[in-house]
């Protein structure tokens, strides 16, 4: 048998509830075996379907689904190595903790002294030792999702499927649940599938992240290529706050934007191509109407914590965002500095394939000195 590293693998899935509407579209993608991976996009975006496609819930219209090497369409849920967290977490209200855990291994038929030993080695693995005998209502939410997660990792599934486990918890909560989840995942090994649509959860969380729109992923790749390298308006405009304006691609190196010409580090389209332009609002720093390569006045600002967030607007009507550590005063001409690396340049109707073509031939230019 040939070892590979992916687990799972869509090739050109497709899923039609009803005849018109496709709700995943097309959609091929792989899963390395151990890494944590979340499927971020807005509601109805077809990540719950994704899921369920995985699990065996559902059955794809079109297209392969491959677990392992194999193809599994027609393997039944109960038969395909996967354990799913739900939302609600789908615990059992009427069994007590250990009950829930064990519940998997007693439809295995495993013995009473085995099931004991591998429930309390997983009420362990998420710090919930002393627990077994609590009912389920007297545990709080956060307890309860790690009680959910406990009842997957019983199983010892290769693949565990996590449906916005965290979204029923508050804030503070939540966060620490990020942590503790990101922790176990790295202890197990297992492979995580994350559902979010919490963009700074996706950030902080993954090791790769899928981002989706209306039944297509939109882009693929580390937190940080997504938040640097955006594909499209859609994916600059949902992870992070962005600045998007349009522009033309003068030449390799200067793109016009504003009426004016900016130098660039974006080069492979073509001359006076029609682009749109992305600065994040932290790359924008506050200066003097004469330093600035921008003008702007501004028009309001929030007191962030670590950051002032300044709105403002130039003489074309554009809004420009901007993070600072500084302060500004509401109603001031004042000047925005960037540098040629912090305008990043995108094509219309781009593909990712396309896309990583460009961002390797300009890594290899910079490499040979260009
Ligand atoms: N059983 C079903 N029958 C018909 N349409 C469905 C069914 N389940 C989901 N859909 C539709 O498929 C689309 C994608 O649904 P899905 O549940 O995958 O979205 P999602 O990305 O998980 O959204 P959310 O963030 O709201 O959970 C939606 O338009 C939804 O209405
Ligand atoms: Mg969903």
Request: hydrophobic share 35%.
């Amino acid at each position: 048998m040939i070892m590979t590293n992916t687990i799972i693998q869509f090739k050109q899935v497709t899923k039609q509830y009803d005849h018109d509407t496709a709700v995943l579209n097309n959609v091929s993608f792989e899963i390395e075996r151990g890494k944590f991976y979340t499927l971020l996009g807005p509601s109805g975006c077809g990540k719950t379907t994704i899921l369920r496609l995985i699990a065996g819930f559902t059955e794809a219209s079109e297209g392969e689904i491959l677990f392992n090497g194999k193809k599994i369409n027609d393997v039944p849920a109960n038969k395909r190595q996967v354990n799913t967290v739900f939302q609600d977490y789908a615990l059992f209200p009427h069994l007590n903790v250990f009950e829930n855990v064990a519940f998997g291994l007693r439809i295995k038929k495993m013995n009473s002294a085995d099931i004991k030993s591998k429930v309390k080695e997983a009420l362990s693995f998420v710090n919930l030792d002393g627990y077994e005998n609590r009912e389920i209502k007297e545990m709080s939410g956060g307890q309860r999702q790690r009680v959910a997660i406990a009842r997957a990792i019983v199983n010892e599934p290769e693949v565990i499927l996590l449906d916005e486990p965290l979204s029923a918890l508050d804030l503070k909560l939540r966060t620490e649940m990020q942590y503790e989840l990101r922790e176990l995942q790295q202890r197990l090994g297992i492979t995580f599938i994350f559902v979010t649509h919490d963009q700074e959860e996706a950030l902080a969380m993954s090791d790769e992240i899928f981002v989706l729109d209306k039944g297509k992923i939109q882009q693929s790749g580390t937190p940080t290529d997504i938040y640097d390298e955006p594909i499209n308006r859609f994916v600059a405009d949902f992870i992070g706050e962005s600045n998007i304006v349009s522009g033309t691609m003068v030449e390799d190196y200067l793109v016009e934007f504003t009426g004016k010409q900016f130098e660039c580090v974006d080069q492979g389209l073509n001359p006076n191509e029609p682009i749109e332009i992305v600065i994040r609002p932290e790359d924008l720093e506050i200066t003097s109407k004469e330093r600035g390569k921008l003008q702007v006045r501004v028009d309001s600002q929030l007191f962030r914590g670590v950051h002032y967030e300044i709105s403002s607007y130039d003489g074309d009507g554009n809004e420009w965002l901007v993070h600072s550590t500084k302060k500004a005063v509401v109603g001031d001409e004042i000047g925005l500095y960037f540098d040629p690396e912090a305008i990043h340049v995108m094509r219309f109707n781009e593909t990712e394939e396309e896309f990583d073509k460009r961002l390797e031939a300009y890594e290899d230019g910079e490499e040979h000195g260009k």
